[in-house]
Structures are given as C-alpha cells and as structure tokens.
C-alpha cells in the first residue's frame, strides 16, 4: 500500500464517484455519507503521508512510474508517456491543504438537497483532479488533470449557483479553457524538443531493458545528442517534468531548445513559450488583468465550491508558476523578473482597492483573494529563496483563511439570503460566537502578527526586497496591499458587528448564532492558522531544503 499511496489519493474519489453514481438508493443522505467517508479516507491518506515524508531529502519522494504509452512514429521517434507521480518539498505542502479543504467543503455540502447524486459525483471528481496535478509528474498526465478540472467545476457552478450562474460558469470555463490552450501548444514544443535519455539509450541499444540505469549512460546519451550521433528515429521523446528540465535532454536545433535561434513575430520562441505557459496559469491564479472571471464565480457559486475554488484551485495556478513555468523556463524567467514582479504588485494593490469599494461581503472576499495571491507572484518572480518559500507558504495560508472567509459568509447567507454588508448591524449580539471567529478570520488575512498570514506576506516581501534584480520600488508599493487590507477587513467588521443590532429594515429577525457543524467547521481552520502563524517552522521545515535546491539546479 505504502508503494502505491499516492495513486490512492487520485484513486479513492474516482471510486468513491462511481459508488455514487451506481448506488441503488435516491436518498441524498446515502450520497452525503458515501462522499464524506471517502473524502475522510481520503484526509487520512493524505495526512499519513507525514510518516514517510522526508523534510530533508530534496528530490521526489514516493514515487510511481509505469509505462503508460508507448508510440513508434516512425521516422519522427517514439513517443513515451508515464504514469508518473511523486511529492517534494514544494508539492507535499499543497497536497496536505487539498485534503484538508476538500473534506471542509464536503462537510460544508452537508446543506445541498436539489441533484444530491449528480453533485457528490462531480464532487468526488474534481477531489481527484485537483489532487492529481500535485501529483503528477509528467507533463501529459498534469494536462489531463488539468483539463478535467474545467467540467466538475463548470457544472457545480452552473447548477447548484446563484441566480447568473450560467454565466458565471460559462466565463470561469471561456477563461480557463484559453489558457489551456496555450499550455497546450507549449507542451507539443517541448515534447518535440525533449528525450527520455534512459529510453533513448535503449533504443540504441547501449542500455539492456533490466540494466541498473547509472548517470554515465545519461550523460553519453546527452553527449551522443549534442553530437548528432543518435538518429532522429531513434529518439525517445517525453513529457516527464525531470527531464524538460534539464537542457542536456534538449534536442539541438528543435524548436525550444535552450540555444534555439527561432523568432517568431520578432520575439524569441522560448521567451515567446515562457508566457503562454505564464498566461495560462496567470488566469488560474489569478493575475490581473485574467482575473475578472473570478469575482462572478465566487459570488454566484455555492458556499462549500467558493471554499474550493478559493482555498486549493487557485494554487495549482502558483504551484504551475512554480513547477513548470520556472522549472522548464528558467533563464526567461530571471529575464522578465520585473514584469512579472510588477504584475503581482498591480494584482495585489488593484484587488486591494476593488475589495475596499465592495458591498456584497462575498465579491469583497473574492477581490481580497486576488490581491493576497498577488503575494504569490512576486514571491515567485523574486527568484530568491525567502521569496518562493514565502510563495508557498502564503498559498497555503491563504488556503486555509479564504476556506474560514467564504465559509463565514455562507453562514450569514445561509440565515437571510443576502451577502450586503451595509444591511447588517451589531451582530456581536445574536451570534458572539460567529463574530469572534469573523474576528479571528479578519485580523488573520489582513496580516496581523501572530497568524499565519503575516509570515506569508512578510516573506514574500522579504525575498522581492533582496532580489537585486528588482526596483526597490516594486515590493514598496506591493507594501500598500497590507494597508488596503486592513482598511477593507476593519471597515466590514465595524460596520456588520458594532453597535445595536439592526437588519436592513427588519428588526423582528432572529438570527442564530453558529451551529456545532459550523463551529466545527471553522475553529479548527482558525486553530491552524495561529498555529502556522507562531511555528512557522511546520511549513518551511518541509519547503527550505527542496527550494534551496531548486533554485541551485535552475541558476
């Protein structure tokens, strides 16, 4: 079990939506309960991993490789696919947030009685997809992932949403397509640019098929490539991330070669690759200006999907920037440090100043949202290792406090069916419970020292101050995000929670206080954001050593 523990992970939802879909029952209970075992199945997998996860070690760990296709194309080569899966240290991090908000939102679908069967199926699907591309460790098998997300999604918005659902999906799934689109047209460079050189070098016959692979056959295979000596059909290509990221598997002369001379519209074709594989993670992100699909979703999806949305599949955006974009393209990276630095700078002062003039509490979440992933961005764009372990640590605290936010307003949607911020006074009085933990949620995201938040941003900041590369200017002005922050939390707290209670112009209202699913839902999220806030050390234990050695092989 242990050897196969993270095909599990993708394995168990996919199972766990097949048994709903073929149960024999029409009670929606037995759907809730059928989804909710496999999704604390799965929480329990994931957290195991810690018993095998290896803070020190740097490379992938646990990891699964099977042939999965295998394609002679004649003159042009073979083409070699795997079924490849493994965790690092910038990986293991994000796969623990994706159980963790998965299984919040389920709890959270408790609540959703129309089209239970259909619901906990695509539920269950999209668990698998979104665990799939941390897990993955060849470029084909991520795309897959990738895509298959795009459905799930556009149908859980689509029919369990708001009253402009429609188009709300239809604009989530118009922006990401596009952007996997040009994904996709990188990846087809980089599989005619890039050989297996353990395959190749049994094509050529100077590895036996049960020969111990040893690094002076690869390194005689890269050479025999820069040479010339290995016949074009004869090739292996691939889509393994290990190996499109060494420039020794790069064929000489092939399209994104790291010496290629190829101008397409006067731009060099690798710089030209490096941001459409930029744009399509850009809109997943999100990065302003792709971000606008983002806002709609959020506020026309149901409670426990804008917890999804917001608290994991966002990250496979910086995650990509990370894994893939950084990984394959380094060089075009550090070359557009300052555009991409000024992107995330725009993002995070631009979502602040949206989410300030906000009057529905969900659309002032959702902004809030593209301003602290603007964070992500210029921790990554540093290059520096304060900014990219910085990077990973603010998705994942922003996973955990944007999963707190968007539950909290589902609670207060729940009991009145309206999200207006200026329709609420003095909630302090009927819900106590309900305003310490908004408290404890608001004072977290707007950086408050002590929670996990502030490490987050103060180590992306930290890593785009050190990098020489960068206008000092640049993370001085991202500085005014912290500030919008606290103006548009504090602003929201003081007008929903102060005061005499008063709603709208229905004073005879009572509202309930939390309920003991919803306070279990939600203390143990504010417990681990104190906790990562005070021992940061739980996170940049796992991440420290990885991104050390990132960085090392990519400079």
Known sequence: MIDHILSLLIAVPLFGAVAVSVWPSQRPGDFRLIALSVLLLELLTGLSLFLFFDNQNTGFQLSETVDWITLPIGSLGTVSIDYALAVDGISFPLVLLAVVVLFVGMISSWSINQKTRAYFALYLILSASIIGCFLAQDFFLFYLFFEFMLLPMYFLIGLWGGPRREYAALKFFVYTFFGSLLILIVMIGLYLSVIDPIETARAVGILG???????????????????????????????????????GNYIPGSILSPETEFILLGIPVRLLAFWFLFIGFAVKLPVVPVHTWLPDAHVEAPTPISVVLAGILLKIGGYGFIRIVDGFFPVEAQYSMVPLAVLGMISIVYGGFNALGQSDLKKMIAYSSVSHMGFVLLGIAAFTAEGINGAIYQMVSHGVLSSMLFLLAGVIYDR???????????????????????????????????????????????????????????????????????????????????????????????LTDLTIRETALLVPLAILSVLLGILPGLLFDMTGPTVQAWLERLQ
């Open 416 to 510: 009145t069916h309206d999200r207006k911020i200026d329709n609420y006074r003095g909630l302090i009085g009927p819900m106590p419970r309900y305003t310490v933990l908004t408290g404890i949620a608001f004072f977290a995201s707007l950086g408050l020292p002590g929670f996990s938040g502030f490490v987050g941003e103060l180590f992306t900041l930290m890593g785009a101050f050190q990098a020489s590369a960068l206008p000092v200017w640049v993370p001085a002005l991202s500085t005014l995000g912290i500030v919008l922050a606290a103006a548009y939390f504090l602003w929201t707290y003081q007008r929903m929670f102060f005061g005499s209670f008063w709603y709208k112009d229905d004073n005879s209202i009572i």
């Open 209 to 247: 098929p049960e020969d111990l692979v040893q690094t002076d056959i690869i390194l005689q295979i890269q050479q025999w490539l820069a040479d010339g000596r290995i016949g074009a059909d004869q090739l292996v290509h691939t889509f393994r991330f290990s190996y499109l990221s060494d420039a």
